[in-house]
């Protein structure tokens, strides 16, 4: 029979991996008598776990939420888990110094042999270059979007203007989702004033007191905010991932050098030499542009619109080159 202490850590990692657990079925798991389960029970109970005893005809244990936090126990593979997430969020996000200190707490406690795993394990989580306009987020106001979100209580705010724009007026929203999209913050919401969706940057909401009345949710375009944040941000109306415009061209490529630069597009190798290229953008223009970049012999196969962005683009950098003006020599 395991020791006392050894003991209450298996019954422990056991009522951590599921809601209900008859005594029964602690006790088989464990190999021991259902009275040494209650006894074990209780001496979780005076550690400060809160335990409940499940009613029924088996009768059973249930490990509840507490009014703190009791120590936990993790697996490895749990462990190594937590590091990546900690270690991710530690490099350059809202909760970075928070996440800093938690992976130093962890790591204090772990044995040797997995502290010597887990150092093995690199991740370095780089974050995009910084616009000048971005502003740090700050953890209570991501706290408080959370709970009006949970509370379904509708949300007045400040909204500080971006660049090129003015101070705008006092929003008053129903707020129904918080995403993260390319490492910046939004609050999805649905505006009273416009009575439209709209998506705000989180670290431009200065939230008012005290909200408002609560408010039956709305149904997302698209079903699901997956869906309806990718539409959005690739210029359509939230109810489709597909792009507004979406072109086919002839690359005088080898498919192998287009496709990591496709990004979400389909590349078909025709030849050595040669690749087919579907790519979608929120613009004709924008297409013809991302499709230039590839520096090569291009041949549309359509649509027409693409054919006449590129016709376009052809137009605006001749005059753009035409209208260079020559560097002039010091003067005497």
């Given at each position: 029979m395991q020791k006392t202490s050894s003991r209450l850590l298996s019954l422990l990692s056991l009522l951590q991996t599921r809601r209900?657990?008859?005594?029964?079925?602690?006790?088989?798991?464990?190999?021991?008598?259902?009275?040494?389960?209650?006894?074990?029970i209780d001496r979780l109970?005076?550690?400060?776990?809160?335990?409940?005893?499940?009613?029924?005809?088996a009768g059973g244990y249930r490990l509840e939420a507490g009014t703190h936090m009791p120590p936990l126990l993790f697996d490895d593979d749990q462990v190594v888990a937590l590091t990546v997430a900690l270690r991710t969020a530690a490099a350059g996000t809202t909760v970075a110094e928070d996440a800093s200190r938690a992976l130093a707490t962890l790591r204090q406690v772990m044995p040797p042999r997995l502290r010597h795993r887990v150092d093995l394990l690199r991740v370095t989580a780089v974050p995009p270059p910084?616009?000048?306009?971005?502003?740090?987020?700050?953890?209570?106001?991501?706290?408080?979007?959370?709970?009006?979100?949970?509370?379904?209580?509708?949300?007045?705010?400040?909204?500080?203007?971006?660049?090129?724009?003015?101070?705008?007026?006092?929003?008053r929203v129903q707020p129904h989702h918080l995403v993260?999209?390319?490492?910046?913050?939004?609050?999805?919401?649905?505006?009273?004033?416009?009575?439209?969706w709209r998506t705000f940057r989180v670290e431009r909401i200065r939230p008012r007191v005290p909200t408002g009345p609560r408010f039956a949710p709305r149904e997302l375009p698209g079903g699901n905010i997956s869906t309806f944040i990718t539409s959005r941000f690739r210029g359509n109306d939230g109810t489709t991932t597909d792009w507004p415009c979406q072109g086919e061209v002839i690359l005088h490529l080898p498919?192998?050098?287009?496709?990591?630069?496709?990004?979400d597009g389909i590349v078909e190798e025709l030849g050595p030499h040669h690749?087919?290229?579907?790519?979608?953008?929120?613009?004709?223009?924008?297409?013809?542009?991302?499709?230039?970049?590839?520096?090569?012999?291009?041949?549309?196969?359509?649509?027409?619109?693409?054919?006449?962005?590129?016709?376009?683009?052809?137009?605006?950098?001749?005059?753009?080159?035409?209208?260079?003006?020559?560097?002039?020599?010091?003067?005497?």
């Open positions: 209900d657990w008859s005594g029964e079925d602690l006790a088989g798991r464990l190999d021991i008598t259902s009275r040494t389960v209650r006894r074990d109970r005076g550690l400060g776990y809160p335990i409940t005893t499940v009613k029924g005809p910084a616009a000048d306009d971005t502003l740090q987020v700050e953890a209570h106001v991501l706290m408080e979007l959370s709970r009006v979100i949970h509370a379904r209580e509708e949300l007045r705010f400040d909204y500080a203007p971006g660049r090129g724009t003015s101070a705008d007026s006092p929003r993260m999209w390319r490492q910046r913050w939004y609050l999805v919401a649905w505006d009273l004033h416009r009575e439209d498919a192998a050098e287009v496709a990591p630069f496709a990004q690749c087919r290229l579907v790519l979608g953008s929120w613009s004709w223009t924008g297409l013809a542009t991302e499709i230039g970049r590839f520096d090569t012999a291009i041949e549309v196969i359509g649509p027409p619109q693409l054919a006449t962005a590129f016709g376009d683009l052809a137009t605006r950098y001749t005059h753009a080159a035409r209208a260079t003006r020559p560097e002039t020599g010091p003067t005497r």
